[in-house]
Structure formats: structure tokens, C-alpha cells
């Protein structure tokens, strides 16, 4: 139980495109789902927080405007870049929580900015 | 806010030994500590997890110990086995709010 998917795995798109990574929670509701950006060798940077139906909650430092986050359902999150820039190439990480404290990550995706 | 250091940020052990890494936390107010096994190129995998109203918790080779007075949380492998190889992260968290997480610890399981 408790396994997360992400879509795709690995995007490549040239300067000035959107790209959208979609995650799901494929056995269980996911009252909550974070996002997270992993730069290599470093830890885990929590980017936002969404909960189903309402809007998300950026962290510090975030634009919200260029990373749009939608949790439309119990069962998908989604993460758009807009206007991507090789800056923001990295591997981008869903997690889900359905009740509780307990987080599922799903397995990434790398994005890489021409 | 919640700050979580981790040491150490490499650890190297020979197959068969055991491996400790630990965390320290801030906020006394955490109460979820959670553990996370992450390999190359993929994503995040809860290995073991711990709540403040116990103070270990063990999962075959695997155990959590957690010491509430002191803030400070530490995973233990033994019998240790080349597919342990991985970067391992802590994270504290209070309830349902965002979990912070520890710097991770690079470990190598030499055959």
C-alpha cells in the first residue's frame, strides 16, 4: 500500500516552455501532497504544500507564479513550470499524506532546461 | 522554526558490520521522526518512523531510538548488506505540518 506515482519520470524541453508533472496516490486519498526540489547531493527543499481543493501554501523564497501547483482531487497533485530556465533544472519530488503525519514520496521526475 | 542536523554526512562500513547515523533537533514540540531511504535517481522511501511517545522501535535490521530529553533521534543497521547502500535522511515533523529534514548521510556498505 501507499505507493506514489509520478509523471513523467524525465522531461527535457527547450528555454521558455511549460512543463507539467503530474502526481498520484494510487491506493489511498491524499488529503495533502507537498513538492519538493532535490539538487544533486543535497537534501530535500520543500517548495509547497497543497491541500485538495484549496490553494497551495508556498514556502519562503518559492514563486508562485512560476511554479503553479494544482491538487484538484484526493488522488492528483499537479506541478507546473512556467517559462522554464536552465536554472530551473533539478529533480522535482511529490510527496502524499492521507491522514496523520505519515508521507509517500513518489520516485521524481528530472527536468532538464535546454 | 523546526532545524534538523544529521551526522554524518558519509559513512563507510565493511558488509556485516552495523552503521549509526544520527539527528538532533530544535523544536520540542516534534513529535513524528521519520526515516528515509533514498538510491540513486529515485525518490524518497520511508525505511522506519517514530512517534515521541515511544523511545525505539525496531524493524528487523533496522531500529529508530529517540531520546525526547536530549532532541536527538538515531537509526541503527546491522548485519549490514551492499543493497543498504544508499542516502539515508531523518526528518521531524509536529502532527500534520511539513516535515524538515536533515542533510543525509551518504553510506557504503564495502563487500
Known amino acids: 500500500g501507499a505507493v506514489v506515482s509520478q509523471h513523467p519520470s524525465r522531461v527535457i524541453c527547450k528555454s521558455g516552455t511549460s512543463v507539467k508533472i503530474e502526481c498520484r496516490s494510487l491506493d489511498f486519498q491524499a488529503t495533502t501532497m507537498f513538492w519538493y526540489r532535490q539538487f544533486p547531493k543535497q537534501s530535500l527543499m520543500l517548495m509547497a504544500t497543497s491541500n485538495e481543493g484549496s490553494k497551495a501554501t508556498y514556502e519562503q523564497g518559492v514563486e508562485k507564479d512560476k511554479f503553479l501547483i494544482n491538487h484538484a482531487s484526493l488522488t492528483l497533485s499537479t506541478l507546473t513550470v512556467t517559462s522554464a530556465h536552465p536554472e530551473d533544472s533539478s529533480f522535482y519530488i511529490c510527496?502524499?499524506?492521507?491522514?496523520?503525519?505519515?508521507?509517500?514520496f513518489g520516485p521524481g521526475t528530472r527536468l532538464t532546461v535546454l | 522554526g523546526e532545524n534538523v542536523e544529521q551526522h554524518p554526512s558519509t559513512l563507510s562500513v565493511q558488509e556485516g558490520d552495523s552503521a549509526v547515523i544520527k539527528c538532533t533537533y530544535s523544536d520540542s514540540a516534534s513529535n513524528y521522526f521519520p526515516w528515509y531511504k533514498q538510491e540513486l535517481g529515485k525518490g524518497p522511501q520511508l525505511i522506519i518512523d517514530i512517534r515521541s511517545n515511544v523511545g525505539e522501535k525496531k524493524d528487523q535490521r533496522i531500529a529508530v531510538t529517540l531520546n525526547k530529553t536530549a532532541k536527538h533521534f538515531s537509526l541503527h543497521i546491522t548485519e549490514t548488506q551492499p543493497e543498504d547502500s544508499a542516502v539515508y535522511f531523518c526528518a521531524a515533523g509536529q502532527g500534520a505540518q511539513k516535515l524538515v529534514f536533515g542533510q543525509g548521510t551518504r553510506l557504503t556498505i564495502n563487500p
Open positions: 510527496s502524499a499524506r492521507e491522514q496523520g503525519d505519515t508521507q509517500y
